[in-house]
Nanobody, 118 residues
Framework: QVTLVESGGGSVQAGGSRRLSCAAS?????MGWFRQAPGKEREGVAS????????YYATAVKGRFTIPRGNDKNTLYLQMNDLKPEDTAIYYC??????????????WGQGTRVTVSS
């Protein structure tokens, strides 16, 4: 089994920053973040493939969010800056042992809620 555990969610004012963490039970090369806002379908946010040397960001978060991997490569972060009310969502960590291909990730975390107030 591969377990993904998210943490770091909470309430943030617009323009502020928040850092989410995802702890994996073992190293998987391709990892990413998805989110689901109230009344909307799940959407991809960002993904990272260390072996492939590639990082991808959704247009809505490009230039505001980054997705660094920790010194312990089993940990993935989502650094969220200049947060907007439309970023309010449940954020999910995901991992795929094969090729990165949104949204076809094999393993998923339980989610952590982020609320951005105007």
């Amino acid at each position: 089994q591969v377990t993904l555990v998210e943490s770091g969610g909470g309430s943030v004012q617009a323009g502020g920053s928040r850092r989410l963490s995802c702890a994996a039970s073992r190293y998987i090369d391709c990892m990413g973040w998805f989110r689901q806002a109230p009344g909307k379908e799940r959407e991809g946010v960002a993904s990272l493939s260390t072996g492939g040397g590639s990082t991808y960001y959704a247009t809505a978060v490009k230039g505001r969010f980054t997705i660094p991997r920790g010194n312990d490569k089993n940990t993935l972060y989502l650094q969220m800056n200049d947060l907007k009310p439309e970023d309010t969502a449940i954020y999910y960590c995901a991992a795929e042992p094969g090729f990165c291909n949104w949204p076809n990730f094999r393993y998923w975390g339980q989610g952590t809620r982020v609320t951005v107030s105007s």
